[in-house]
């Protein structure tokens, strides 16, 4: 038994006996249990091989306090040969055809079996690519199951995806997110835009400088007329700039007024998270992101606090966009963060 998690753990560069004792306890009680369901040792492989990455990408408390097994992977048709897959975390793009796939973002690792058997639903093609949007890792955890695939992601990725590091909106609200192993890792990286030649489209993936993190994508299947804007457009509200991270808010104003000058009307959109969209719910999204950074940024050149901007209500013609994830609290501090230059541990990395 010990001997399979070794060679389990060796795969991710690890040895059992450094894994922290909580991921253990985890493991082996997990473990157990699918073995006494009948399962094989291929299936409890697996398993252990995807508890430990996630306890060992950050990902630990998520996964305690959440029960993969009753997720379930929604199989959307957008147009064309592109396809929707929504799960726990970012929404997944499928492209497929006599290529392959290729799919955009891969959610969580325990999600991985699911998320085969929703492609092998639409195709019995092979996985070929994994584009990543950004490093987060509701978009990213699923990097080293689905290693068996080439993994596309921006040169930022790649770098914050290895070094680990803080995130937040500002250094108070920061999570620490650990190094991802060398299988996790992107294996081809780009500084503006990379274009796959797959099934018949030409999957072109652009760069955000400083939008939702320094490493963001856009992706466009310009045949399907489908773009996957990643975290730079979601529509539970107000959105998560990670700003300690390299994000901005004025870059995401940015990416969005230029890539929308690309956009037919027609378009369908896949936000990071959300139903699929359309060009004028990406407008209205901009729009509350101009609006409300107007509205602190002349609070704060009449040197007007933090405090005083929340005490004051500045954003409550907003109030519909606040949410549970990010607060209009949050979303003032995120703004006045980004307009003070407040940039956190964004000293990682600059874009190329």
């Known amino acids: 038994m010990y001997q399979l998690f070794d060679a389990v753990a060796v795969?991710?560069?690890?040895r059992w006996a450094t894994v922290p004792a909580r991921v253990r306890l985890m493991t082996l009680g997990a473990g157990f249990e699918h073995q006494k369901e009948g399962q094989g040792m291929n299936s409890m492989a697996r398993f252990v091989f995807v508890t430990i990455l996630v306890g060992l990408s950050g990902g630990l408390a998520f996964t305690q306090n959440h029960d993969f097994s009753k997720v379930e992977i929604k199989v959307s048709h957008v147009a064309g040969n592109v396809y929707m897959l929504q799960g726990a975390g970012g929404n997944i793009a499928a492209c497929v055809g006599?290529?392959?796939i290729v799919i955009v973002d891969d959610q969580y690792a325990p999600l991985t079996d699911k998320i085969h058997a929703a492609l092998k639903g639409i195709t019995?093609?092979?996985l070929?690519?994994?584009?990543?949007?950004?490093y987060h890792d509701d978009h990213t955890n699923g990097n080293l199951p689905f290693h068996e695939a080439n993994i596309v992601a921006q040169d930022n990725v790649r770098k914050r995806l290895e070094s680990g590091g803080l995130l937040g909106y500002s250094l108070a609200s920061a999570e620490n997110m650990s190094p991802s192993p060398k299988e996790a890792l992107p294996v081809v990286t780009f500084a503006q835009d990379v274009t796959l030649?797959?099934?018949?489209?030409?999957i072109h993936a652009v760069h955000v400088p400083s939008g939702h993190t320094d490493g963001d994508s856009v992706i466009f299947f310009p045949k399907a007329n489908v773009v996957h804007m990643g975290d730079d457009f979601v529509t539970y509200g107000f959105p998560f700039v990670d700003i300690v991270a390299g994000g901005s808010v004025r870059g995401m104003i940015a990416g969005l007024e230029g890539v929308i000058q690309k956009l037919p009307a027609d378009v369908k959109i896949i936000p990071g998270h959300g139903p699929v969209s359309n060009l004028d719910d990406v407008r209205a999204f901009l729009?509350?992101?101009e609006d409300t950074l107007a509205v602190v940024e002349k609070g704060v050149k009449t040197g007007k606090s933090l405090d005083q901007l929340k005490k004051d209500k500045v954003l409550a013609p907003w109030q519909k966009f606040s949410g549970d994830f990010i607060s209009t609290d949050a979303w003032i501090e995120t703004l006045y963060n980004d307009l003070n230059g407040n940039k956190g541990d964004a000293r990682l990395m600059k874009h190329n």
């Open 11 to 14: 795969l991710i560069g690890l």
């Open 98 to 100: 006599e290529d392959g």
């Open 124 to 126: 019995d093609k092979p």
């Open 128 to 134: 070929r690519y994994v584009i990543n949007t950004h």
């Open 197 to 202: 030649h797959l099934n018949g489209e030409d």
């Open 287 to 289: 729009k509350m992101l």
